[in-house]
């Protein structure tokens, strides 16, 4: 009699598969069930006597640690500051803070000019009145306060230039 590799497949009864198939199933779970502890920063499932006390047992699955990638040295040689950053020339670097305070300084002009024309139509909290505010109050209202927010923004503004400039070592007003 002769048989082929297909044959003995052949000849197992669909109990005998099931049976195969569940045991195969089992084995597995059983090693996916190994208990995980973690000790501080360690994941083990394997602790020494002395580590399981101090170890908390994980539950509800796996855990899967992936470490971490050691950046790979820079082959190029560094210049400049110990931060990488290139040195600037002392004098480009003075021309550089006479342009930023140039600009804070017109910048801090135009805020206050604007300060201070919203202050003159806010008027106090009471501006004047305008066509369709005589009869309707609330949209007066509605003006008031969204001028009493543009102040308060604009104060703010001058403030913040007004910081900006003193850190740059200019007395602003």
Not at 14 to 33: D, F, G, I
Not at 126 to 142: D, F, M, S, W
């Amino acid at each position: 009699m002769q048989f082929n590799r297909f044959s003995l497949f052949g000849r197992i009864t669909p109990s005998l598969r099931v049976l195969a198939a569940a045991s195969l199933v089992m084995a597995s779970s059983a090693q996916a069930q190994s208990s995980i502890y973690r000790c501080g920063n360690e994941y083990t499932n394997n602790p020494t006597p002395e580590q399981k006390r101090s170890c908390k047992l994980i539950e509800g699955g796996g855990v899967t640690v992936v470490p971490a990638v050691k950046p790979r040295p820079n082959s190029a040689k560094p210049t400049g500051d110990s931060a990488g950053q290139p040195r600037v020339d002392p004098d480009q670097q003075k021309a550089r803070d006479n342009d930023a305070r140039t600009i804070l300084e017109t910048e801090l002009r135009k805020a206050e000019a604007k300060l201070a024309e919203i202050q003159k139509e806010y008027n106090n909290g009471e501006p004047e009145k305008k066509g369709e505010e005589l009869r309707n109050v609330a949209r007066y209202q509605e003006r008031v306060s969204d001028l009493k927010a543009a102040v308060a923004r604009s104060e703010a503004d001058v403030a913040g230039l007004r910081r900006e400039l003193q850190r740059l070592g200019n007395s602003a007003k």
